[in-house]
């Protein structure tokens, strides 16, 4: 079972509220990812993290923040809600070293934006 | 060019028969790929993992890697219907970046 947590799992919401997915992992890894899946499309990748304070965008364009001030912890922010934010959002984690880059994804948030 | 290439299909196999999935990568420098399995509606679960040129074996599954023709391939044998869901193939890139493919929809047909 994996040990990657993500809530909300489901969320409807109005444009322009502020709002925030949680991710936790209990597995100690070091390396933390933040993917948005439309309805049977690709994966494309919003943000990354090698480790605490260490924040990177993706390939794809967001308008979604995230920080990371503990290791188990990988929170993503939308300030202002639209529409076009209704996605599919996954979490995943990765260790390093043996069997390094191999992700564990999270159950996903599904977020909808009315 | 898509930095990781997978035709979408949908692919239908014969239960009991091999499936074969294939999947290109345009970054020459990568070293680690993977294939993920995705049930509708579920997140991604890791098949195989394949660092080095070569077959990798593990079960049904084999994973096959050509870096010289920037290749890679998973072999489902004695496919099952269970097997029926959208085959992610995904590699790390220079930026240590793992990128997803759009994924194989698999159909074991009964």
């Known amino acids: 079972e994996a040990d990657i947590y993500q809530t909300p799992r489901y969320l409807v919401i109005g444009t322009g509220k502020k709002i925030t997915l949680e991710c936790s992992q209990t597995?100690?890894?070091?390396?933390m990812y933040w993917y948005q899946q439309d309805p049977g499309m690709e994966l494309h990748l919003i943000h990354y993290?090698?480790?605490?304070?260490?924040?990177e965008k993706g390939d794809l364009s967001s308008e979604s923040t995230v920080s990371r001030i503990r290791t188990e912890h990988f929170p993503l922010t939308l300030e202002s809600a639209r529409p076009s934010h209704t996605s599919q959002y996954l979490c995943?984690?990765?260790?390093?070293?043996?069997?390094?880059?191999?992700?564990?994804f999270g159950a996903g948030s599904r977020l909808t934006v009315l | 060019q898509k930095e990781v290439e997978q035709n979408s299909g949908p692919l239908s196999v014969p239960e009991g028969a091999i499936a074969s999935l294939n999947c290109t990568y345009s970054?020459?420098?990568?070293?680690?790929f993977f294939w993920y399995r995705q049930y509708s509606g579920k997140s991604p679960e890791l098949i195989m993992s394949?660092?080095?040129?070569g077959d990798k074996e593990d079960g049904r599954f084999t994973a096959q890697l050509n870096k010289a023709s920037q290749y890679v391939s998973l072999l489902i044998r004695d496919s099952q219907p269970s097997d029926s869901a959208t085959y992610l193939c995904?590699?790390?890139?220079?930026?240590?970046?793992?990128?997803f493919g759009k994924g194989t929809r698999l159909h074991i047909l009964p």
């Open positions: 995943a984690s990765s260790e390093v070293g043996t069997g390094a880059n191999v992700l564990t």
């Open positions: 597995m100690g890894h070091d390396k």
């Open positions: 993290s090698y480790g605490v304070n260490s924040t």
């Open positions: 970054d020459r420098v990568s070293q680690s």
């Open positions: 394949i660092y080095s040129n």
């Open positions: 995904a590699v790390m890139n220079r930026d240590d970046k793992i990128i």
